[in-house]
């Protein structure tokens, strides 16, 4: 499956967030989407999911123009920056309405196995973004995306989920933004960086240099 999004353009009031932008992937790949505070990345995201109307924008899979909000066509899971579960939902709950496995998690994450029975509300920030993250990933959906899925979590749980998200590519398209550009890099087959409303795709990782996203000599 190919996925490309092209005229997307955002405003908000008289301000324009994005314009001229290009993103293509496909299963197998994962895309990263870098930039700095405030270039657009979650919009991006929202826009692509069809949560967030934009004056313009083209979707297309494989090469078919999708024209209702994708998120309508069941074929993608969204995993927004701030906690989206319910508070009172217990975890097995969303184990069960998401489809994945719970024996699996446990089989990667032993010490979560205290936690089927209690409510998300009982969780750290830290606990309750790495199960969200996971049930999304994990979900049966064959495009993925990923707003900062590593904030929040402890070094040895983002190589998991890092390692996690290298093996559900195999199936599906995955598009994932985090600060952490050293992760995003390390997990990406392409990489987009947002500045003044467009994407770039980098072909070589000094032109995050180049663009003044990361500060000159931070690559080598
Ligand atoms: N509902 C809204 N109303 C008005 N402006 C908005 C709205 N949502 C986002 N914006 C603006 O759009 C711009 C892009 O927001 P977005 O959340 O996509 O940024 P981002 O790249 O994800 O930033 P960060 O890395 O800080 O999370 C920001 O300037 C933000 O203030």
């Keep these: 499956m190919i996925l490309e999004i092209d005229n997307v353009e955002l405003y908000f009031k008289v301000k324009r967030i994005l314009n001229g932008v290009y993103l293509k992937t496909e299963t197998g790949k994962i895309t990263g989407i870098l930039g700095s505070n405030g270039c657009g990345k979650s919009c991006l995201l929202k826009i692509i999911f069809g949560s967030l109307k934009p004056k313009y924008k083209f979707v297309r899979i494989d090469s078919k123009p999708i024209l209702k909000p994708l998120y309508q066509t069941k074929l993608v899971a969204y995993l927004p920056q701030h906690h989206f579960v319910p508070n009172s939902m217990r975890i097995k709950t969303a184990f069960k309405l998401f489809k994945v496995s719970w024996n699996n998690f446990i089989a990667d994450f032993e010490s979560f196995s205290i936690f089927k029975n209690v ?28 707003d900062e899925p590593f904030s929040h979590l402890a070094p040895l749980h983002i190589e998991k989920v890092k390692a996690l998200i290298s093996k559900e590519k195999q199936h599906k398209i995955i598009i994932i933004t985090d600060h952490m550009y050293r992760h995003i890099i390390d997990t990406s087959d392409n990489i987009y960086l947002i500045k003044g409303g467009h994407t770039k795709l980098i072909n070589d990782l000094t032109e995050l240099e180049d663009y003044k996203y990361l500060s000159s000599g931070t690559i080598n």
């Design 119 to 146: 409510s998300f509300n009982k969780l750290s920030g830290g606990e309750r973004r790495l199960i969200e993250t996971y049930i999304i990933l994990k979900s049966d959906k064959k495009i993925i995306l990923l």
